[in-house]
Nanobody, 122 residues
Framework: VQLQASGGGLVQAGGSLRLSCAASGLMFNRFNMGWFRQAPGMEREFVAAIRWSGGTFYADSVQDRFTISRDNAKNTVYLQMNDLKLEDTAVYLC?????????????????WGQGTLVTVSS
């Protein structure tokens, strides 16, 4: 299984970015997909998840600013990030799991991709 994240970069506060994660080697339409982030010196934290059935979950800190979506035809999950804040600066990682537990728990996720860096400047 490979998860290839892309779309990170440098953006000013208040701006937007769209992250993508292309998956291969798995039955994408049967996997839940998620985004986590990790800032320097901090623990990895849940950002958003989308179930194979389409249900979505968000961290309180990104609710109403970020939107997760998936395109099963392209085996890709997206994270649209709007109104970015300085505290959103982190490496963003995508993850996949066939497990239907709590998406907010890191331990529920089986496969992890490499990260893409998002830097928000003032």
């Amino acid at each position: 299984v490979q998860l290839q994240a892309s779309g990170g970069g440098l953006v000013q506060a208040g701006g937007s970015l769209r992250l993508s994660c292309a998956a291969s080697g798995l039955m994408f339409n049967r996997f839940n997909m998620g985004w986590f982030r990790q800032a320097p010196g901090m623990e990895r934290e849940f950002v958003a998840a989308i179930r194979w059935s389409g249900g979505t979950f968000y961290a309180d800190s990104v609710q109403d600013r970020f939107t997760i979506s998936r395109d099963n035809a392209k085996n890709t999950v997206y994270l649209q990030m709007n109104d970015l804040k300085l505290e959103d600066t982190a490496v963003y990682l995508c993850a996949a799991t066939p497990i239907g537990g709590s998406p907010r728990r890191t331990s529920e996720w089986v496969y992890w991709g490499q990260g893409t860096l998002v830097t928000v400047s003032s």
